[in-house]
């Protein structure tokens, strides 16, 4: 294999750009972990508490919806409902 005199211009080209990619990747890594954690400073409680009470209060609703009716295959239009006009089976 043959090798080739470089120039020390050339030389120096090359260290600069490794440097400033070098530079760039531990940027955008500092970067990344500053919104990392930010993102896990950020409150659960009250985001968990929110979503906890929607919860029941949909689960709640649900209960009482199907102690209302007992067709739940009508409901959803899979099969037709056997009620009358008013309302009873």
């Not at 409150?43 to 007992?70: F, H, I, Q, R, Y």
Request: charged residues 15%.
């Amino acid at each position: 294999m043959k090798v080739l005199p470089q120039d020390s211009s050339q030389a120096m080209q090359r260290v600069r750009v490794g440097m400033t990619g070098l530079a760039s990747v531990l940027v955008l890594i500092a970067l990344a972990n500053a919104v990392f954690s930010s993102a896990s400073r950020a409150p659960t409680e009250a985001v968990g508490a929110s979503k906890a009470a929607t919860v029941a209060n949909l689960a709640d609703t649900a209960l009482a919806n199907s102690a209302m009716t007992s067709e739940p295959l009508a409901e959803l239009g899979v099969a037709p409902s056997t009620a009358t006009a008013d309302g009873h089976k």
